[in-house]
């Protein structure tokens, strides 16, 4: 079993749709990060959180520490929001960090 | 402008020759990590550096060597390069590990070992 599980793997909707992307992890951590890739192949660091939630424009990510849980929203959702978006922990103690494999995410106009 | 810049984007390399790739930021962070991207695999951490002569190991160290002489550079070396070794590479930093920061990705390294 993974460190870190993303749900689901791909996912498809209409644009304007209210979008989830959750990870699950089974490690302690002191970190939960979100990231997006673009087709092209560069990263961006979207939140780094350690309790609670954050928002930024149109997307907002929360953490529960003690069911060890993540989620990614993204509203009113546009096409360029199509991407895969990777959640990934900063282990406890070791520093390191783990990935998951990533929600491939279309939005159709 | 404020960015992490690998070089090369792209090599095409035959086994067993050495090669570098460079990594460098100018944001003065502290954090530097490399990780390569395979399909189906993921992200996977190769090294990461807290500091300035400070460097451990990831998930995936093996084949891989990397420095730390400077703030701003990270070099990924790999001494004698194997066709497993194919595969995406990013180097990222961040301000302070663990902080309020997150990290910032460079473009990066699209290897090819034949």
């Known amino acids: 079993k993974n460190e870190v599980e993303q749900s689901p793997q791909n996912l498809t909707a209409q644009e304007g749709e209210f979008i989830t992307i959750n990870c699950s992890y089974s490690?302690?951590?002191?970190?939960l990060h979100w990231l997006q890739q673009h087709p092209g192949g560069g990263i961006v660091s979207l939140f780094m959180?350690?309790?609670g939630k954050k928002k930024h424009g149109r997307l907002i990510a929360t953490i529960n520490i003690q069911e060890k849980h993540s989620s990614l929203h993204i509203t009113a959702s546009h096409p360029r929001d199509s991407a895969v978006y990777i959640c990934?922990?900063?282990?406890?103690?070791?520093?390191?960090?783990?990935f998951g494999t990533g929600t491939r995410l279309t939005i159709i106009p | 402008e404020a960015q992490v810049t690998q070089n090369p984007r792209y090599l095409i390399t035959v086994t067993g020759k050495k090669l570098t790739v460079t990594c460098s930021q100018n944001?003065?962070?502290?954090?530097m990590s490399w990780y390569r991207q395979d399909p189906g695999l993921g992200l996977r951490q190769i090294y990461y550096?807290?500091?300035?002569?400070?460097?451990d190991k990831g998930d995936v160290p093996e084949g891989y060597k990397v420095s730390r002489k400077e703030k701003r550079n990270f070099p990924l070396i790999l001494e004698s390069p194997s066709p497993n070794q194919t595969s995406l590479y990013f180097c990222?930093?961040?301000?302070?590990?663990?902080?309020?920061?997150?990290?910032?990705f460079g473009s990066g390294t699209r290897l090819t070992v034949v």
């Open positions: 990222a930093s961040s301000l302070i590990h663990r902080g309020p920061y997150g990290y910032t």
């Open positions: 490690v302690g951590i002191s970190a």
């Open positions: 959180l350690s309790s």
């Open positions: 990934a922990v900063t282990n406890f103690g070791n520093e390191k960090l783990t």
């Open positions: 944001m003065n962070h502290e954090y």
């Open positions: 550096s807290m500091n300035v002569e400070v460097t």
